[in-house]
């Protein structure tokens, strides 16, 4: 049923923004040698069963459209079940290196939406997802946004984010954000960004910046969203939940994952930290 080459897999239900989503993916597609997969979930509990064979044609016009044009493979898939669960099972058993998707933010909508689902995808995903919440996608990628925080995890996302950097010609713009006026905090925070840029500076260009905060923790989120409204952000790169003991606070907790996710219009690549893939996997 699928093939043997990496897959990247867009969710799509025919809304704008499943749509949007899809027209990010085709330099992707060709810098990591992929194909693309289109996925449509058919939610039974909302949707009659006369209405599949219509989607399925409708699924193929799109996909035979997308692959004549780009000159890309193109695999059409539909499946049955709840959303988010089949969208996670087929980005398994495809071999799917990354899922790009839509996103409706905060905003309510209908649970078969792909839209709805972009939380839950996000979070139990083994594969970097990247969400896309604004309408008006600016063409390219000039700056790539990289949080940079305390933890152990937090330097996995420099490969990735190199890789894109290259592919686009990108900036990347590293920021950290103190809520601590402790000096040794700031200190481990400078040389956590030292560490990155000796990482990045060989490949790609790259700038460093440490906002220095006394609001509380729970702003973490919004400065993250303003430094990248601050720097004309293309792509924001955060992690995943991780487990960390360390006082500072992380980018990626649940709460500030989820706000960046929902509140920014550019897109945002969540990655997945190799240890808790690990326990996934395990």
């Known amino acids: 049923m699928y093939s043997s080459l990496p897959q990247i897999l867009i969710p799509v239900d025919f809304s704008e923004q499943s749509l949007i989503a899809l027209d990010q993916t085709y330099n992707l597609a060709k810098f990591y040698n ?10 039974q509990s909302h949707e009659p069963a006369l209405e599949e064979a219509a989607i399925k044609a409708k699924l193929e016009d799109l996909a035979a459209a997308v692959s004549k044009k780009h000159n ?7 499946a049955k ?4 669960d089949e969208i996670l099972e087929v980005a398994v058993n495809s071999k799917t290196k990354m899922i790009l998707m839509g996103t409706n933010g905060t905003k309510g909508s ?8 972009a939380l839950k995808v996000v979070e139990k995903a083994q594969c970097p997802v990247i969400t896309i919440k604004g309408k008006h996608m600016r063409e390219g990628c000039k700056n790539i946004v990289l949080p940079i925080d305390l933890t152990k995890e937090s330097l996995q996302k420099v490969k990735k984010a190199i890789e894109l950097g290259k592919l686009y010609g990108a900036t990347i713009r590293m920021v950290s954000v103190s809520f601590s006026q402790d000096k040794s905090l700031l200190n481990r925070l400078m040389r956590k960004i030292e560490e990155a840029t000796f990482l990045i500076k060989s490949e790609v260009n790259c700038t460093s910046e440490i906002i220095n905060a006394i609001e509380s923790p729970d702003m973490l ?4 969203l303003e430094y990248s409204d601050k720097v004309n952000a293309d792509l924001i790169m955060i992690m995943t939940q991780q487990e960390d003991e360390s006082k500072h606070i992380p980018i990626a907790t649940n709460s500030a994952a989820h706000y960046i996710i929902s509140n920014s219009d550019v897109p945002v690549m969540s990655i997945v930290p190799s240890l808790k893939l690990q326990k996934i996997q395990d």
């Open 110 to 117: 209908t649970e078969k939406a792909v839209g709805s689902n």
């Open 72 to 78: 890309i493979t193109v695999n059409p898939i539909i």
């Open 81 to 84: 079940g709840p959303v988010s």
């Open 34 to 43: 992929a194909e693309l997969t289109l996925l449509y979930v058919i939610d």
């Open 221 to 224: 989120a919004k400065k993250v």
